[in-house]
């Protein structure tokens, strides 16, 4: 899985334990995108700051799972469609 931060968003409080948690390759944003499923973070300002991209949908529930375990919740549970060209779209409660 590929991710980036997103320029001139403010990574959350919580980003470190995102980095911690997944095995994650550093990338360009336009690099991630280009995955065939993407997972934004949003920060405590409802931006989101972070895309992790996944190119199976395998690797996509691994990080959907390891970002339930940390207790944040996913905006898209319920939606078939891309918002914000994400898949999923996790935050704090």
């Excluded at 001139?8 to 980003?15: I, L, N, Q, R, V």
């Excluded at 944003?29 to 395998?58: C, F, K």
Aim: overall charge negative; aromatic content about 6%.
């Amino acid at each position: 899985m590929k991710t980036s931060l997103l320029d001139g968003k403010k990574p959350a409080k919580f980003d470190k334990h995102i980095i911690g948690n997944l095995l994650l390759d550093v990338a360009p944003a336009d690099e991630v995108r280009q995955e065939a499923l993407i997972v934004g973070v949003r920060n405590e300002d409802g931006e989101i700051y972070r895309l992790i991209g996944a190119s199976t949908h395998r690797s996509f529930m691994n990080a959907v799972e390891e970002l339930f375990d940390l207790d944040l919740v996913d905006e898209l549970e319920d939606v078939d469609d891309p918002v914000e060209g994400c898949d999923a779209i996790f935050r704090e409660e």
